[in-house]
């Protein structure tokens, strides 16, 4: 079952995710912070490139079916018109200041 991105528990994480589903790049990089890395199947990618490739030029889309470590382990279904749909796993760190400052995500 599907959580509703609203219900989400952690708030950066909610935020994150209303801005990748939103296609709302603004939004999405005031989630993280200025230094903020990510992986993808265990590599470091550059974040940059990333975001645009896999979300905003690819319609990227999360719909979250389960959450753990208070909200900042996530497992769905991921889906872009590159890939198509796949089934997710997404771990975030969050700073001090409630941005997120590393996402890992690859497939479940």
Do not use: C, K
């Not at 975001?51 to 999360?62: T, W």
């Not at 996530?74 to 590393?102: K, Q, S």
Request: proline fraction near 2%.
């Amino acid at each position: 079952m599907t959580i509703q991105t609203t219900r989400l528990r952690d708030p950066a994480v909610r935020a994150f995710v209303a801005a990748v589903n939103a296609h709302d790049r603004e939004a999405f990089l005031a989630t993280l912070s200025p230094d903020a890395t990510m992986a993808d199947d265990g590599d470091d990618r550059d974040l940059d490139q990333w975001i645009d490739r896999e979300i905003f030029s690819s319609n990227g889309h999360l719909e979250v079916d389960n959450e753990s470590n208070g909200g900042r382990a996530l497992v769905g279904r991921y889906r872009n018109d590159t890939w198509g749909e796949m089934r997710t796993r997404w771990n975030f760190t969050v700073d001090g200041e409630g941005r997120i400052a590393r996402f890992e995500t690859g497939q479940a």
